[in-house]
């Protein structure tokens, strides 16, 4: 069983940024992030491999990145130009297994949530 901790939300007005953070009690092989806006399904956002590789959904691509520090156990989510339309609860979650598929249902770990607020 591994614990994720997600930290770093907060508000922010249009442009600007944040960075949210992940920590997690052991290591897994995938760390993602999803974010859920109030009356909208859970939504993936980025995910990174535990040798590197990262994808993004294209409503964050050349935004958002994500890191990870292995030394730490922690992925971060740096996310610039933000818009009202970023604002959800975002969620780190991790998985024992690579997988590709990036649905809710593929990962067994998740962390309780960090709200993001965009102001226009």
């Known amino acids: 069983q591994v614990l994720l901790a997600e930290s770093g939300g907060g508000s922010v007005q249009a442009g600007g940024s944040l960075r949210l953070s992940c920590a997690a009690s052991?290591?897994?092989?995938?760390v993602t992030w999803f974010r859920q806006a109030p009356g909208k399904e859970r939504e993936w956002v980025a995910i990174i491999y535990t040798r590197g590789t990262t994808l993004y959904a294209d409503s964050v691509k050349d935004r958002f990145t994500i890191s990870q520090d292995n030394a730490k156990n922690t992925v971060y989510l740096q996310m610039n130009s933000l818009k009202p339309e970023d604002t959800a609860m975002y969620y780190c979650a991790a998985d024992d297994k690579w997988t590709t598929r990036l649905r809710v249902s593929d990962f067994g770990y998740w962390g309780q949530g960090t709200q993001v607020t965009v102001s226009s």
């Open positions: 052991g290591s897994t092989s995938c």
